[in-house]
């Protein structure tokens, strides 16, 4: 992993929270981590993003409401999922309205659930660490305002999902984890979408919106991810010191999987959270930054993990 100064302005640079939800909770955090610094990323030669998050999926949830592990009668009892996730990113911008970001993560997973058998209870369990897929998310910058109490810039996203992440891991009795689970998906993935950032230079502060779609263009070894919206607005405000406060407002909402690897059943929903942050400028073009997100909103088909909380921290550069 390249420099800590520069690794994490970009994960979503790539427009987009990279999030994955299915019944068994394997997941990223929607936080949208690309406007966090007092610059946008459009006005970098240079950004890198490298951050951290955590997320425990420990409460089952039937449409939206709450469930006990169970209470729900089912093959599998989901009971839960902990994600550590790491994302890198870089980005680059080429002088003429276009930029490019290249990310990926490694993603460490354990999970637990109850195997119902002829009316015994079997529990299973996963865990592994790896690579995701990787993704390649192009950019071009159609307007700009010059105004400078109000600068503001909005333009478009286009890319790829690519299929570098394993799609077969398996836990110590050799048992392959569900497809929803393994660290990727195995297809590759059409991404496009629009964002639009406007400084209030008189207030030191700023406020972006993004939307991304995503959508799986093949099926491999009997699966295919559903596709996926995702759409957020956020604000920052500086304080003194170098301190600044953030918050977002983050908006998932997925498709069912498909194929006979898939469960149609319980994948799929609809995700809005909230996300209060911190940020603090360790140099005029560094920051720490941290985010805790809670859900406001979650609805879900069949029976699937989700998490109360989650948790990101890190550390953004743009050169």
Known sequence: MKTTHTLLAAALAALAPSIALASCGASFCAVNTN?????????????????????????????????????????????????????????????????????????????FHIHNHHGAKIGD??????????????????????????????????GVKLPTGKYDESNAQGARAERSMQPGSGTMDLIAGSYY????????????????????????????????????????????????????????????DSGSEAEPASSG????????????????STQLYAFYQVPLHRHVTGVQLTANRALVIGLSARL
């Open 35 to 111: 406007w966090t610094a007092e610059s946008a990323l459009t006005e970098a030669s240079d950004a890198f993003d490298l951050r951290y998050e955590y997320m425990n999926q420990d409460q089952p949830m039937s449409g939206s409401d709450k469930v006990s592990v169970g209470q729900v009668p089912s093959h599998h009892d989901e009971v839960s999922t902990q994600n550590r996730n790491v994302v890198l990113s870089y980005g680059h911008n080429f002088g003429n309205g276009f930029g490019l970001t290249v990310s990926a993560a490694a993603v460490q997973r354990e999970h």
């Open 197 to 256: 950032h406007q400084k209030l230079t008189a207030l030191d502060a700023s406020w972006f919106a993004q939307a991304q779609y995503q959508h799986a263009i093949n099926t491999r070894e009997n699966f295919r991810p559903g596709a996926q919206l995702g759409v957020d607005v956020g604000v920052r405000k500086g304080l003194a010191g170098g301190l600044g406060i953030q918050g977002q407002l983050n908006y998932v909402h997925k498709s069912a």
């Open 269 to 284: 929903g609809r995700f809005l959270y909230a996300s209060p942050g911190l940020s603090y400028a360790l140099s005029k």
């Open 125 to 158: 369990s996963w865990k592994f660490t790896a690579l995701n897929d990787a993704r390649i998310i192009g950019r071009y910058q159609l307007t700009g305002v010059a105004d400078p109490l109000k600068p503001a810039s909005a333009g478009i996203t286009f």
